[in-house]
């Protein structure tokens, strides 16, 4: 990991060494040029510049297209570094996420709950507190079943890891 950090930062500096000595070779090309005057050797020492910069400038695209990729690559290994077995690291694509499960405790709630309060206050002339306790033990009743649910699959998988070994 630490090589692939130190691999970029030795690029960034090579990338910017090249960019560097390609202004100062650009710059004094331009001061010869202005110095020597106009004459046929001009123009071929002109088209010898123009070649060089397009090398030049080629070289620099390459290099920032590497530079880029590690960067990708440097990021990708980083990410996943830092969410692998972090639980302060939330995975998005998570269904059972922190957030998604306090969604749907209030959307149960919102929904569910307050039609089954309705229900009853209109079906039944019961106070508040007997209706509640009434769908108190409604969900009690639910949880009980989902243990012995849970209870009888996991009896289940257990039972079949041993018959398997």
């Known amino acids: ?37 106009n004459d046929s050797d001009n123009d071929s020492k002109l088209i010898e ?42 995975d998005l694509n998570d269904p059972n996420r922190p957030m998604k499960l306090g969604d749907q405790f209030s959307e149960l709630y919102e929904n569910e709950w307050t039609d089954g309060y309705s229900e009853l206050k209109d079906s039944k002339k019961s106070t508040e507190i007997e209706i509640i306790e009434i769908l108190i033990k409604i969900l009690k009743e639910i949880y009980e079943t989902c243990l012995t649910g849970v209870s009888q699959q996991l009896s289940g998988h257990r039972s079949a890891v041993h018959v398997s070994k």
């Open 1 to 37: 990991m630490v090589w692939i950090v130190e691999q970029f930062y030795v690029m960034n500096e090579y990338f910017r060494f090249l960019l560097r000595s390609y202004q100062k070779e650009k710059v004094d090309e331009k001061l010869q040029m202005v110095t020597i005057g």
């Open 49 to 90: 510049t123009d070649i060089r910069l397009k090398d030049y400038e080629e070289k620099i695209n390459v290099l920032q297209r590497e530079k880029s990729d590690a960067l990708t690559r440097l990021s990708e290994v980083m990410g996943s570094k830092l969410r692998d077995n972090n639980p302060a690291i939330t």
